[in-house]
């Protein structure tokens, strides 16, 4: 109960009378008014630095694990004057696999964990996985929220499974993938952010990419939001990350400008800045080098 007001009281602090109407009038705009001015040749390669290049597949094994992360050694050697990848995502059975294979310095090994994609598993088992992954070589881990629990109101087990994984992960960065596609409303989105943040989340993250709708201008823009309240309140910064449905140089452009506008300079780095995708990187290098590329 005291854990209960405590939320309650944490909660009270945010603007949560927000309007899905008003979200989706807000997201028109910046896509009308600012995303033409971003759709430049430095930006393209800026968004390059931010992908999080990420196999999550039934097929994925050790030699394709493997493969993968050479092509990022080979990245490096062959477009030096562009910026690698921020990130290599794969499941927590791999990190080994990357992290002895990976030799280009600023590259984050990251592992989905917690029972990914579906959370649905024993908190015990969760903590394990991600120690577990974190002791392989996993510099960031990226749990999915209790889904079920939110929508059940239950707020102290959302925060309080977050704050377990967090003390599992020890000194690594932790996104907490929020499964927006199931919150239904931007109320509900800001919300699950404040609780994440205030769980432990060093990033929030749209989707796991496994269900529709998985990324969204609107979900993005509330996140940043709340990211930014977040911020001024207690001056923690917090990371952010759209994945799943990142199709097109477009998509990587909206979601730049929405960060750009609702959160500012300070985060247009690719380390508070990242796109959970892999499609988007052949796409992006081919923008900047002028010709269809198929590297990754």
Request: proline share 3%; glycine share 6%; aromatic share 8%.
């Amino acid at each position: 109960m005291e854990e209960k007001n405590k939320i309650e009281q944490v909660l009270s602090q945010y603007n949560l009378d927000i309007t899905d109407e008003e979200v989706r009038e807000a997201v028109k705009t910046i896509i009308a008014e600012k995303v033409p001015l971003n759709d430049t040749h430095e930006v393209k390669k800026f968004l390059m630095g931010s992908v999080e290049l990420t196999t999550l597949k039934t097929t994925d094994s050790e030699t394709s694990v493997m493969a993968f992360t050479e092509k990022v050694n080979q990245f490096e050697e062959q477009y030096p004057d562009l910026p690698h990848v921020a990130t290599i995502c794969v499941y927590p059975k791999f990190a080994k696999t990357v992290s002895e294979t990976l030799e280009v310095e600023g590259v984050e090994v990251a592992c989905v964990s917690g029972s990914f994609p579906s959370s649905q598993s024993l908190i015990e088992v969760k903590t394990v996985e991600t120690s577990l992954a974190v002791k392989d070589g996993a510099t960031e881990i990226d749990i999915v929220m209790n889904v079920g629990a939110f929508l059940e109101g239950d707020y102290d087990t959302v925060v309080d499974e977050v704050q377990q994984q967090k003390e599992a992960c020890g000194e690594q960065a932790m996104k907490v993938i929020l499964e927006t596609g199931c919150l239904k409303t931007a109320k509900n989105i800001k919300i699950a952010s404040l609780l994440s943040m205030y769980g432990g989340a060093d990033y929030i993250k749209t989707s796991t990419g496994k269900l529709e709708p998985a990324a969204t201008p609107e979900a993005a823009y509330v996140m940043c939001q709340a990211i930014k309240e977040y911020y001024d309140k207690t001056g923690i910064q917090i990371g952010f990350k759209p994945a799943g449905g990142l199709n097109s140089v477009m998509d990587a452009l909206i979601y730049y400008t929405i960060v750009k506008e609702v959160l500012g300079e300070k985060w247009l780095t690719n380390k508070w800045f990242r796109m959970g995708t892999s499609r988007l990187a052949n796409l992006l290098l081919s923008e900047v080098v002028g010709e269809e590329v198929k590297f990754f």
